[in-house]
C-alpha cells in the first residue's frame, strides 16, 4: 500500500485521510503546523465595511468562534456586504453560518479571486481581510493598488511542529516508508523542511502541492512538485496523488 505523509493541521487532517483512503492509499499524519487563536483582537463595526475576505477555514473558524461569542449582532451585518472567500472549503463554512459568498475561481488562490473583483468594486471602499500570521499580504496589496481601503485582523497563528515526531518521519522518509508527501500551504511545506532538516527527497517520492501558492513556497525551498490537483480541494487533491502512484 502506498503512503501519504498529510501535513495539514490535525483538526482537518481526518477529512483529506477519508479522502486517500477512498483510493486505497494509506497515510501518516504529522502536522506540520498547529493553530492557536491568536490574541488581543476584537471584531469591528463590519457595517462600516464594503465587504470581507476570508483566506482560510481557519479564518472563518476563529473569526466566528469570537464573533458569536463577543458580538453575535454584528452576524447581521455580515450576511449584508460582499463576502469572498478562497476555496470553496471555506465558503462551505461560511454557509454554516448562513453567509453567501461571492463566485468562486476555478484556481483558488488570492490572485485569481482578486481578478474575480472589478477594480470598481474595490476604488474608495473599505474592506475586512481576516488571515493568519503568515499570510502573504497578496489581497491587501491588491486592494491598495486599487485604491481600496483593508482593514487586516491576525485571526490565528501557525505554531511550528513537534520535534521529536520530526525525527521519526525523517526516519521513514529514509527507509523508504513514505509514497507521497502532500501540503496544503507554504507553511506546511516550509515548517516540515525546516523540522526534517534537509530539503533532499528520496528517488521515486513524490511531492504533492494542493494549489500553485503552495507549489512556488516549495519551488523556493528548492524542492520539484510532481502532483498539483485541477481543482484546489481535499477530493481533488486525493484524485490526483492516487492517480500519480498508479503510474
Given amino acids: ?3 501519504v505523509l498529510v ?3 490535525r483538526h482537518q487532517a481526518g477529512s483529506f485521510v477519508q479522502e486517500l483512503e477512498k483510493y486505497g492509499l494509506g497515510s501518516v499524519v504529522f502536522p506540520t503546523i498547529e493553530i492557536r487563536p491568536a490574541p488581543a483582537w476584537k471584531i469591528p463595526d463590519i457595517s462600516t465595511f464594503s465587504g470581507a475576505f476570508f483566506t482560510s477555514p481557519n479564518s472563518v473558524r476563529y473569526f466566528m468562534k469570537r464573533l458569536q461569542t463577543e458580538a453575535p ?3 447581521e451585518h455580515l450576511k449584508a456586504i460582499k463576502v ?3 476555496g470553496k472549503t471555506t465558503a462551505n463554512d461560511l454557509a454554516t453560518y448562513g453567509i453567501t459568498t461571492e463566485p468562486l475561481p476555478k484556481v483558488a488562490d488570492a490572485i485569481n479571486l482578486m481578478e474575480t473583483v472589478a477594480p470598481e468594486e474595490i476604488e474608495g471602499k473599505s474592506f475586512l481581510f481576516l488571515k493568519g500570521n503568515l499570510s502573504l499580504g497578496t489581497i491587501p496589496a491588491i486592494i491598495d493598488e486599487r485604491g481600496g481601503h483593508c482593514h487586516a485582523i491576525t485571526v490565528y497563528e501557525n505554531h511550528p511542529p513537534d520535534l521529536e515526531k520530526a525525527r521519526k518521519i ?3 522518509i529514509d527507509e523508504g516508508r513514505i509514497s507521497c508527501l502532500s501540503f496544503t500551504s507554504p507553511s506546511t511545506a516550509e515548517n516540515f523542511f525546516k523540522a526534517i532538516g534537509t530539503t533532499t527527497i528520496p528517488e521515486g517520492m513524490k511531492v504533492a502541492a494542493i494549489g500553485m501558492t503552495t507549489a512556488n513556497a516549495l519551488e523556493k525551498l528548492g524542492v520539484h512538485t510532481d502532483i498539483i490537483p485541477s481543482y484546489y480541494d481535499a477530493p481533488h487533491f486525493a484524485e490526483a496523488i492516487a492517480e ?3 503510474s
Fill in 244 to 246: 500519480a502512484l498508479k
Fill in 7 to 9: 501535513t495539514r493541521p
Fill in 84 to 86: 469572498y472567500a478562497v
Fill in 170 to 172: 525523517r526516519q521513514m
Fill in 1 to 3: 500500500m502506498s503512503t
Fill in 73 to 75: 449582532e454584528q452576524l
